[in-house]
């Protein structure tokens, strides 16, 4: 597919099914991480504009055109949606590359995601219908009950950075989809495609009100949006600090919140392994896609003593072999990273380990041939003790660290040797290991000689600091649903004779 030459939408807040300007008409840069110039600018939100976007999702779910839809009245607008993004896939893409840094093909991938995404939601949205009433058998014929599933109400959703298109469809799909109204606010670092979201919707006729979305800084829009008392939820994706803001304040109104904070998670490698290359490209691809900024990255390589030297040797040529290039660039398999704040963040974090005693095997720079843009070389960080800041917290960004052992017991200790739980993988031939180990990982999704495939069906999240709930799969429309207990007594002329009547005059 080429990609197109594209100029950047000049959007406003997307508020109750129309493009308005934010009330203090402020506006945040646009700067493109592969040439650090400002490529456009984004409204941003205030308290205010919340506030507006609130009311108007209140009225959505007020109206017969949202708030009395059933599941299949939303699966066509959810499809309607998956249709339009499929249609502007191009132009997603490299939208999403140029605000984002990540390599074109790996936007494109992801805007494919968006639109199964979209549809597999649609599905549950019919499906829903015939589960909406489900009768629950009592012990006593006097009385009849069942549970409804309503929508929850209106819901914040705040997105981050690494995939913008594709974490706002993981949230706002199964929102829609449950009859919710929501109210995105994307990360300030990557909100174009988020933005164009606002469009397509508006292009399907999407009521308004049934989503909005306000892009802005964090404690200008993000704050008063969890705070704010008529949203009923939260589910929130980033940082470990700011989700602790996020359940502090919802926590004020017992608000119930969905968090997925990141993590620190482990690829344990056994000498057993199917094969040396395949091997070292799945611990390659766990750490290093998306230009390492991946919360779920697999960014502590746990290897068996007896394979490291030959397993390091050779993770080092396939390192080496890694095109770093402008990510719109053919075949570019490593861009920049987000911003000029991570940037310096993950330089730092590989001087802390040096400092600390760790050798910097591969990388640890920026690439020479690259002078502009925040590129930084794949890293490959050796001699690691437990006690180093980059064994302990999260990079992201391309920076894997590595240490041995012997026994499995051992392997599974370093393994576990951290704070967060959201993914695990092994590498091993043998089955039954993989199966002690699966039991063993302490972590919301494990991987058997892969690491890293995500998929929209099965549940996604963590444990530990990495937070709590789950996205995707029928698991997340739960997320965004009411369960309502009705309880009936069916003979209503009859006494329930608990209290002695009064005696008739």
Same mark, same amino acid.
């Given at each position: 597919?080429?990609?197109?030459?594209?100029? #950047?939408?000049?959007?406003?807040?997307?508020? %109750?099914?129309?493009?308005?300007?934010?009330?203090?008409?402020?506006?945040?840069?646009?700067?493109?991480?592969?040439?650090?110039?400002?490529?456009?600018? #984004?409204?941003?939100?205030?308290?205010?504009?919340?506030?507006?976007?609130?009311?108007?999702?209140? &009225?959505?779910?007020?109206?017969? %055109?949202?708030?009395?839809?059933?599941?299949?009245?939303?699966?066509?607008?959810?499809?309607?949606?998956?249709?339009?993004?499929?249609?502007?896939?191009?132009?997603?893409?490299?939208?999403?590359?140029? %605000?984002?840094?990540?390599?074109?093909?790996?936007?494109? &991938?992801?805007?494919?995601?968006? @639109?199964?995404?979209?549809?597999?939601?649609?599905?549950?949205a019919e499906a829903l219908d015939s589960k909406k009433k489900t009768e629950v058998k009592l012990h006593l014929d006097s009385f009849k009950t069942h549970v409804l599933r309503e929508p929850l109400g209106v819901v914040g959703l705040i997105t981050p950075w690494n995939y913008p298109l594709l974490m706002t469809t993981w949230k706002v799909a199964p929102a829609l989809a449950a009859g919710c109204a929501a109210i995105l606010k994307p990360s300030e670092l990557a909100s174009i495609t988020s933005l164009e979201l606002g469009e397509i919707c508006r292009e399907v006729g999407l009521p308004p009100g049934a989503l909005s979305i306000l892009t802005g800084l964090g404690h200008e829009a993000g704050s008063p949006l969890v705070s704010h008392p008529d949203v009923d939820k939260i589910a929130f994706t980033g940082s470990g600090p700011t989700g602790v803001k996020i359940m502090t304040a919802a926590a004020q109104l017992v608000k119930p919140v969905?968090?997925?904070?990141?993590?620190? &998670?482990?690829?344990?490698?056994?000498?057993?392994?199917?094969?040396? %290359?395949?091997? @070292?490209?799945?611990?390659?691809?766990?750490?290093?896609?998306?230009?390492?900024?991946?919360? +779920?990255?697999? +960014?502590?390589?746990?290897?068996?003593?007896?394979?490291?030297?030959?397993?390091l040797a050779r993770l080092l040529e396939w390192t080496k072999n890694i095109k770093i290039s402008d990510p719109l660039e053919e075949d570019c398999?490593?861009?920049?990273?987000? +911003?000029?704040?991570?940037?310096e963040k993950v330089l730092k974090f590989i001087s802390t380990a040096k400092d600390e005693g760790a050798t910097i095997l591969y990388g640890g720079d920026r690439p020479e041939h690259l002078k502009k843009g925040y590129y930084i070389q794949p890293t490959i960080i050796t001699d690691v003790d437990t006690s180093m800041e980059i064994w302990n917290e999260e990079v992201f960004g391309p920076v894997l660290c590595v240490k041995t052992f012997k026994t499995e017991e051992e392997a599974i200790e370093l393994a576990n040797d951290t704070k967060y739980g959201l993914g695990a993988a092994i590498l091993s031939k043998d089955l039954e290991r993989c199966e002690r180990f699966t039991k063993a990982f302490q972590s919301g999704v494990v991987w058997i000689n892969c690491s890293q495939p995500c998929f929209w069906q099965p549940p996604w999240g963590g444990k530990k600091r990495s937070g709590f709930g789950r996205e995707l799969g029928e698991w997340s429309l739960e997320n965004y649903l009411n369960i309502k207990q009705v309880t009936q007594y069916v003979t209503p002329d009859e006494p329930w004779a608990f209290y002695k009547s009064p005696s008739k005059l």
């Amino acid at each position: 597919m080429a990609i197109p030459n594209i100029r #950047i939408p000049c959007r406003q807040l997307f508020i %109750d099914g129309e493009w308005r300007e934010p009330l203090k008409k402020n506006r945040l840069p646009i700067i493109n991480p592969a040439n650090e110039e400002i490529i456009g600018y #984004i409204p941003a939100a205030t308290e205010e504009d919340v506030d507006i976007a609130v009311k108007a999702a209140r &009225s959505a779910l007020r109206r017969d %055109d949202w708030g009395s839809t059933t599941g299949a009245q939303r699966a066509k607008y959810l499809r309607a949606i998956a249709a339009k993004v499929l249609e502007k896939k191009p132009e997603l893409a490299t939208l999403e590359t140029i %605000d984002n840094g990540k390599p074109w093909f790996e936007a494109a &991938s992801d805007i494919d995601d968006v @639109v199964a995404c979209f549809e597999y939601y649609a599905d549950l949205a019919e499906a829903l219908d015939s589960k909406k009433k489900t009768e629950v058998k009592l012990h006593l014929d006097s009385f009849k009950t069942h549970v409804l599933r309503e929508p929850l109400g209106v819901v914040g959703l705040i997105t981050p950075w690494n995939y913008p298109l594709l974490m706002t469809t993981w949230k706002v799909a199964p929102a829609l989809a449950a009859g919710c109204a929501a109210i995105l606010k994307p990360s300030e670092l990557a909100s174009i495609t988020s933005l164009e979201l606002g469009e397509i919707c508006r292009e399907v006729g999407l009521p308004p009100g049934a989503l909005s979305i306000l892009t802005g800084l964090g404690h200008e829009a993000g704050s008063p949006l969890v705070s704010h008392p008529d949203v009923d939820k939260i589910a929130f994706t980033g940082s470990g600090p700011t989700g602790v803001k996020i359940m502090t304040a919802a926590a004020q109104l017992v608000k119930p919140v969905t968090l997925e904070l990141g993590g620190k &998670s482990p690829i344990v490698v056994f000498d057993d392994i199917h094969d040396l %290359d395949i091997a @070292v490209e799945w611990t390659l691809f766990g750490c290093f896609w998306t230009n390492g900024q991946i919360c +779920s990255a697999t +960014s502590r390589l746990i290897i068996q003593e007896t394979i490291a030297p030959q397993f390091l040797a050779r993770l080092l040529e396939w390192t080496k072999n890694i095109k770093i290039s402008d990510p719109l660039e053919e075949d570019c398999k490593l861009g920049p990273v987000i +911003s000029r704040g991570q940037y310096e963040k993950v330089l730092k974090f590989i001087s802390t380990a040096k400092d600390e005693g760790a050798t910097i095997l591969y990388g640890g720079d920026r690439p020479e041939h690259l002078k502009k843009g925040y590129y930084i070389q794949p890293t490959i960080i050796t001699d690691v003790d437990t006690s180093m800041e980059i064994w302990n917290e999260e990079v992201f960004g391309p920076v894997l660290c590595v240490k041995t052992f012997k026994t499995e017991e051992e392997a599974i200790e370093l393994a576990n040797d951290t704070k967060y739980g959201l993914g695990a993988a092994i590498l091993s031939k043998d089955l039954e290991r993989c199966e002690r180990f699966t039991k063993a990982f302490q972590s919301g999704v494990v991987w058997i000689n892969c690491s890293q495939p995500c998929f929209w069906q099965p549940p996604w999240g963590g444990k530990k600091r990495s937070g709590f709930g789950r996205e995707l799969g029928e698991w997340s429309l739960e997320n965004y649903l009411n369960i309502k207990q009705v309880t009936q007594y069916v003979t209503p002329d009859e006494p329930w004779a608990f209290y002695k009547s009064p005696s008739k005059l």
